[in-house]
């Protein structure tokens, strides 16, 4: 029986259909279905990591212990895991262990372009790259296969155009494997230097022998048409030409690293001319042109954005280019806070302070945005509290006075803690604002660990953020409602003016997560002076007329935050 | 081979959409792709969805490109503009006749296009409609997607009966007979 399932679900079937027993993650578009959809599986063991690097741990020490486990995150959130995992690849696994991690070319909701598969050959980890989410599905059953035959955790890497589609699934029953024995093995698992070097050797043999076997796999097949053109290609980039050459010969790699060099070799003698089209960096061509095998593609393509079947055409078959997807004399449409969001009322009061902002990743990086464009760095997970740190120690307590670093209670927890933990070993007289909404919010509302709720919403143990700032040495920990702009200007300035280090936790659930009064603001034209004060806040629902400003009332929530900013008291709650 | 693309504002229930439509395609025997947008649009930015089925080829790409879309379901005038390029020739826009201004317009940077319908109707054949309100007649507003289904169901081969199947297969039983009846308002508009 067929199903229409998007790519996430499909890998998260793949996990149950493998017998997978534990699985851990930390949200990230557009990798975050797999664990929310794992969670419906009773048999499985599902939880949020507080970040990637947790979550990888978790399954290497699921894997050893003899379950078949599971870790899944955004391409970004590899390098957070980077550390655990570069090792795991030399301790081996014991029962399967597999990363999913989810690449997002063209940046729908990434803040770089960066290619798993160059990260799965520095770590010595096979990496699969399936085209649909069949192969979605499948390619996990394969990848529990490869990860126990081979003692290795293994990438099946996605894209975000693999992760987000919906395509028909065969679907199969849950085989559960036997627990493995669990065998203490010091030199397999103690990653001392004496042990390493002896498994860096077991390591590169078994590369050496998945490199060969690749060239038999199932999942790298040439699909022959005619031989002029050869193109090699995988994942979403083989969807892509298969409509664009539609007569041209295709080495399909199903299984980009280790790459099959015998295979690929039979294949470009039986072509007259070998492309190579893959999203992203030129991975394959590199390597292809190392083996001293003519072939181009990335010197028409590029590497930044997406591979479309008109590209291709365009720069492979001479086709006429044409032009961009939108129309692009209007208007554009960029995300906004919504409507009620909390984070509105912070960054309005920051933006009236003149502070210099290091902001974090989150639905708040939307403050960067005009009217507010209240934000003047960010980078990844956490950077928000380095940064502002780092300022202060270049620029001296001064600057200090001038900057504050802002980051979400889900941020804070992934890589904010570290940072704070230095501020504070380090003298700084900073200041840390903790925007707490009590969710993950921009990849859809998932649990943290400072929300007490778990995976699936039930009640657990939650981090009391301010006894934790207190025991790491901070010394003014408040509390502020973001929607009373006048206390919450009041507490950053003193904080921000305070000679010690200072935590504002600026606090409101999301508007998308509480009950709204919906009861339109109400706004009184003759009171309205067009003064453009409520405008400051870029709230969706005011909009800006001839003689003043209208409330749309589709938009507004009635969360009344802008009645504050009116002196004329044109704006009025509702009744 | 039918290539449909469906555009809104984050947060209009474009997603539902495309639920309803890949369902119904499959139940009856087409391949299907849908391709769907998530993460940091959804927060009230443009959004696109397309679903592509067919039963004589094969489909690949999950994307609908330039000069593909046999019908294009726009939830938002503005966006029925920023998604003409999709068009084929003889196709077919259905527009949901509701303006939602982006930021720029709101903050006096930009200005809203007057003459957003007329230069759609110019460029390709439409049908435009109130869904919202129509909606709002069944008895909630955000039905407007299924209307808009609806009026999408005379354009592809499938039973009403069928297509009320799909319906029932993706809305909560708890919203059903609002979506179903209008469905009806859409398919007899």
């Known amino acids: 029986m067929k199903q229409l399932m998007l790519g996430n679900e499909a890998i998260a079937r793949g996990a149950w259909e493998a017998g997978v027993r534990v699985s851990s993650a930390y949200p990230g578009t557009p990798s975050t279905e797999i664990n929310e959809n794992i969670a419906n599986y009773k048999e499985i063991y599902s939880e949020w990591a507080p970040n990637e690097k947790v979550a990888v741990e978790v399954a290497l020490g699921a894997a050893v212990s003899g379950a078949r486990s599971m870790a899944c995150m955004k391409h970004v959130g590899l390098n957070v895991a980077a550390d655990p995992f570069f090792t795991a690849t030399y301790t081996g696994v014991n029962a399967g262990m597999v990363v999913i991690v989810a690449d997002d070319p063209g940046m729908h909701s990434s803040q770089n372009e960066q ?14 790259d399936p085209s649909n ?25 996605l894209t975000t155009r693999i992760a987000h589609a919906r395509t028909l699934v065969e679907v199969g029953e849950r085989v559960l494997p036997e627990l493995k024995e669990y065998k203490k093995d010091i030199k397999k698992y103690v990653s001392m230097p004496a042990n390493m070097i ?28 005619d031989r002029k053109v050869g193109v090699v290609t995988s994942g979403a980039a083989y969807n ?33 001319t070998l492309y190579v089209i893959e999203d992203m960096e030129p991975f394959y061509e590199d390597t292809i042109k190392a083996w001293g095998i003519p072939c181009s593609g990335k010197d028409k393509t590029g590497v930044q954005g997406e591979l479309f079947m008109h590209k291709i055409e365009e ?64 980078v990844c997970m956490g950077a928000s509290i380095g940064m502002a740190h780092g300022m202060e120690k270049a620029r001296g307590a001064e600057q200090a006075k001038r900057t504050v670093a802002v980051l979400g209670d889900s941020t804070f927890c992934h890589s904010g803690m570290t940072g704070l933990l230095n501020m504070a070993y380090n003298r700084s007289v900073g200041t840390v604002i903790i925007a707490d909404n009590s969710i993950t919010g921009m990849t859809g509302h998932q649990n943290n660990p400072a929300n007490g709720k778990d995976i699936h919403g039930d009640p657990t143990t939650a981090l009391d953020i301010v006894k934790l700032c207190e025991a790491m040495g901070v010394a003014s920990v408040r509390i502020v409602d973001p929607f009373d702009l006048k206390e919450t200007e009041k507490v950053i ?57 209208r409330i749309d009332p589709t938009q507004c929530v009635g969360c009344g935050m802008c009645t504050q900013l009116c002196h004329f008291g044109a704006l009025k709650a509702a009744e | ?174 919203f059903l007979d609002v979506n179903l009846m209008a469905f009806d308002r859409g398919y007899n508009y």
């Open chain 1, 115 to 128: 290619d798993t598969r160059l990260l799965a050959r520095a770590s010595h980890a096979p990496c699969l």
């Open chain 1, 133 to 157: 989410s069949q192969e979605c599905k499948d390619f996990m059953k394969l990848a529990y296969e490869i990860s126990e035959e081979y003692d290795t955790p293994v990438i099946v890497r």
């Open chain 1, 198 to 225: 002896g498994r860096h050797k077991v390591v590169e043999a078994r590369e050496l022998r998945l490199g060969e076997d690749a060239n038999t796999l199932s999942v790298n097949r040439i699909e022959w048409a």
């Open chain 1, 240 to 272: 892509y030409v298969k409509e664009a050459m539609p007569n041209a010969s295709v080495l399909k790699l199903g299984l980009a690293y280790p790459m099959p060099r015998k295979l690929i070799e039979e294949f470009a003698a039986g072509v007259e």
């Open chain 1, 315 to 378: 720069k492979f078959m001479d086709a006429e280019p044409v032009g961009p997807m939108n129309t692009t004399d209007i208007p554009n449409r960029p995300p906004v806070l919504c409507p009620g969001c909390p984070h509105r009322g912070l960054y309005y009061v920051l933006g009236k302070l003149k502070l210099t902002v290091c902001s974090d990743i989150g639905c708040y990086t939307l403050g960067a945005l005009p009217p507010l464009s209240g934000v003047d760095t960010c």
């Open chain 1, 493 to 549: 300035k003193e904080e921000v003016a305070r000679d010690g280090l200072s935590v504002v936790i600026s606090r409101r659930p999301c508007a998308l997560i509480i009950k709204q009064t919906n009861k339109p603001v109400v706004n009184d034209p003759d009171k309205c002076v067009g003064c453009g004060m409520c405008l400051k806040v870029g709230c969706p629902a005011i909009i800006k007329t001839e003689t003043g400003v």
């Open chain 2, 1 to 174: 081979m039918f290539n449909i693309v469906i555009v809104g504002v984050g947060g209009q229930g474009t997603l539902l959409a495309s639920k309803i439509l890949g369902v119904l395609a499959m139940n009856n025997g087409y391949d299907v792709r849908v391709s769907e947008v998530h993460g940091m649009s959804q927060r009230g930015g443009s959004v696109v969805t397309y679903v592509r089925i067919s039963n004589d080829q094969p489909i690949y790409s999950s994307i609908v490109e330039q000069g593909q879309a046999d019908v294009v379901l726009a939830f938002e005038n503005l966006e029925a503009v920023r998604a003409l390029p999709y068009m084929k020739k003889e196709g077919t826009m259905i527009i949901n006749t509701q303006e939602i201004l982006p930021m720029p317009v709101i903050t006096g940077a930009a200005q809203y296009p007057a003459n957003c319908l007329e230069r759609t109707r110019d460029a390709v054949k439409t049908v435009e409609l109130n869904a919202v309100e129509i909606a709002h007649e069944c008895g909630t507003y955000k039905a407007a997607n299924v209307v808009l289904m609806g009026v999408l169901a005379k354009s592809l081969p499938f039973s009403e009966e069928e297509w009320k199947k799909a319906i029932t297969a993706c809305v909560k039983p708890k």
